[in-house]
């Protein structure tokens, strides 16, 4: 079976460069999937399809590389991301973040194909342990529109009045529902930091103290790939804590 690559890099050159790369490359099979010149179009693509490695560019206008790989990398079922960029410091950083490889341009046809057969195996094996399982998506009505919404794609759920906040790492949509609701149907991959918000495990990236004007002093969670605080009560600090130590 064909890899399927989404290319993201600012600079169109670059895009047409690696899709005559991969042209050029052997086994394995590869299916150009798509390509993005920034990260919300590289999400709206992300949303649409499903891929098996992101060929990512690290230095882009607006959210850059590493944030947007912080943010596919907390999706359940994301795929594989390859770094691809002029600039070699980042590379511990690339690997911190769990990326099968890190490229630097001007890329070798040679070492494209090794970065290949490591993604293909490590595919193969997600999907033997997978078994190919469709992802659930949350169905979002919007005057007359229906959209569904990946829930690998969901950072949080937050409790608004009569409505909850559903946030991604490009999009804020409202969905009719209720809270408890949603901490019963999906709370495998989220846990509730506080009354009114529930947040996606593997997205917490740190906790800390905040003054709220209705609460006064407290906590406060941040999420890969968003700049919001999320309030933390105190009935869940420690299991918070407990989570972010995982």
């Not at 390509?35 to 060929?55: H, I, P, Q, S």
């Not at 009114?196 to 003054?211: F, G, M, P």
Request: charged share 30%.
């Amino acid at each position: 079976m064909k890899l399927k690559v989404l290319v993201v890099d600012d600079e169109a050159l670059a895009r047409t460069r690696m899709r005559t790369l991969l042209a050029d490359c052997g086994m394995p099979g590869v299916e150009w999937g798509g390509e993005a010149a920034n990260a919300v179009e590289a999400m709206e693509w992300l949303r649409r399809d499903c891929f098996d490695l992101v060929l990512l560019d690290i230095h882009m206008p607006g959210v850059d590389g590493m944030a947007l790989a912080r943010a596919i990398e907390a999706q359940p079922q994301a795929p594989i991301i390859v770094f691809v960029t002029a600039h070699a410091e980042h590379a511990v950083q690339a690997f911190e973040l769990e990326a099968a490889d890190y490229l630097t341009k001007p890329v070798r046809r040679e070492r494209l194909q090794m970065a290949l057969q490591k993604v293909d195996r490590a595919v193969q094996s997600a999907r033997e342990t997978q078994g190919g399982k469709a992802s659930e998506v949350v169905l979002i009505q919007d005057r007359g529109r229906t959209e569904r919404v990946p829930l690998s794609e969901v950072l949080y759920f937050k409790a608004e009045l009569k409505y909850i906040t559903v946030r991604t790492l490009t999009h804020s949509y409202i969905l009719d529902g209720a809270l408890n609701d949603l901490e019963v149907r999906y709370g495998d991959a989220f846990m509730r930091v506080h009354r009114n918000a529930l947040v996606l495990r593997s997205a917490l990236r740190a906790l800390e103290k905040h003054h709220d004007p209705e609460e006064g002093e407290g906590w406060a969670v941040r999420l890969n790939g968003v700049d919001d605080l999320l309030a933390v009560s105190r009935r869940q600090l420690a299991a918070v804590r407990e989570a972010l130590a995982v």
